[in-house]
Structure formats: structure tokens, C-alpha cells
């Protein structure tokens, strides 16, 4: 009579006894203890989470070193498209700051400019963000010059107020570079 054949173990058991190989592995693709260490320990968190890929019965060693080894090319592969920046002055420049606070600021400006009267917002569209001259104003709009400034200081005057803006503050202080060239191209930003 023959005995009954014990169940496979767990290969998750076995995957202490292999660290050494794959270690030695690790350093002869690597060159770097460190390098070395880490791609194991890739290697093995790979393996424990796609256990139920591997075949019971088959070779776990093979598995393992496969795994190691496409780790290994996968990772060199993906550094050979990175930019080397270890001082960080590279990705410094490639900081930017958030769009949302420019566009905060421009929806509240929006709502706000389309409070004023329609002549308010002629005259800052004219005089502030097309950038005419006030006699240039005021001869497009059949005024004269002064009513020009006295409208466009009442604009300004009556648009701070509904931003709720301290005197001398500004709406677009937080505002980005981008989000200025958006407002400036709608024709309503130097208001």
C-alpha cells in the first residue's frame, strides 16, 4: 500500500530559502549592493502577491529568477527615459502652482463685472484691459475725457467693493501667469 501523497506546501514558504540566490543574482545584473536589495525585495513582493501564477510542481527557484530578471530590464528600460536630477533643479522648474486659485479668483472677478452697469464695463473693457487711452475712450464712447476717468475710477471703485476688497488689494495678487493670459485675453482682466 502506498502513502497518501501530502498536499503541496505553501511556496510562500519557501521563499526565504531563495533569497541568497536571487540576492547573488541581483548583484551580478545590478553592479550595486544597495540596487541589489532592492530589486529582491521587488522580486519578492511580486511573487507574493501573484502566488496563484505559479504552477505547483514547477520550478519556484526559475520562477523567481524571472521575475527578478524582467524587474531588472523593465526598471533599467524605464531609467533610461528619466532625466538624472539629483539636486531636484530640473523638477524645480517644472513646478507649478495650482490653476484652481487663478480660476477662483477670475469666476469671482466674472461675477462681479457682470454686476456693474453696462457703461462701467465699457470703460474699464476700453481703458483698462484694451489698454486706450483715456481720450481715445472717450471719443469711441461720444464723451468727453473726464466723464471717461470718472466713470472708470466709479468702475473700479464700485467693483472692489463687490469683491469685498481691502483699499489697495488686488483679486488677481494669488493669480498665475496662466491665468492672467486667460484673463487678458477675455478683454476684461486690467480693469
Not at 71 to 93: I, Q, V
Not at 150 to 162: C, F, P, T, V
Request: proline share 6%.
Amino acid at each position: 500500500m502506498t502513502a497518501p501523497s501530502t498536499p503541496p506546501g505553501d511556496p510562500r514558504d519557501e521563499l526565504p530559502g531563495h533569497l541568497p540566490a536571487l540576492r547573488a543574482f541581483a548583484m551580478s545584473l545590478t553592479r550595486n549592493s544597495a540596487r541589489a536589495d532592492d530589486l529582491v525585495q521587488d522580486t519578492i513582493v511580486k511573487a507574493w502577491s501573484n502566488i496563484d501564477k505559479f504552477r505547483p510542481g514547477s520550478n519556484l527557484r526559475a520562477w523567481l529568477f524571472t521575475i527578478l530578471r524582467n524587474t531588472f530590464y523593465s526598471d533599467l528600460r524605464k531609467r533610461r527615459r528619466e532625466l538624472p536630477d539629483p539636486d531636484g533643479l530640473h523638477a524645480a522648474r517644472l513646478c507649478e502652482k495650482p490653476a484652481h486659485d487663478g480660476r477662483l479668483a477670475m469666476n469671482d472677478f466674472l461675477r462681479a463685472f457682470d454686476q456693474l452697469s453696462p457703461e462701467h464695463r465699457e470703460v474699464l473693457v476700453l481703458v483698462g484691459a484694451s489698454g486706450f487711452a483715456y481720450e481715445e475712450a472717450a471719443q469711441m464712447m461720444g464723451v468727453a475725457v473726464g466723464t471717461v476717468k470718472s466713470r472708470a475710477n466709479r468702475a473700479r471703485a464700485r467693483l472692489a467693493e463687490l469683491l469685498h476688497l481691502e483699499k489697495g488689494e488686488d483679486i488677481l495678487v494669488a493669480a498665475d501667469k496662466a491665468a492672467l493670459g486667460v484673463i487678458g485675453q477675455s478683454g476684461i482682466a486690467a480693469a
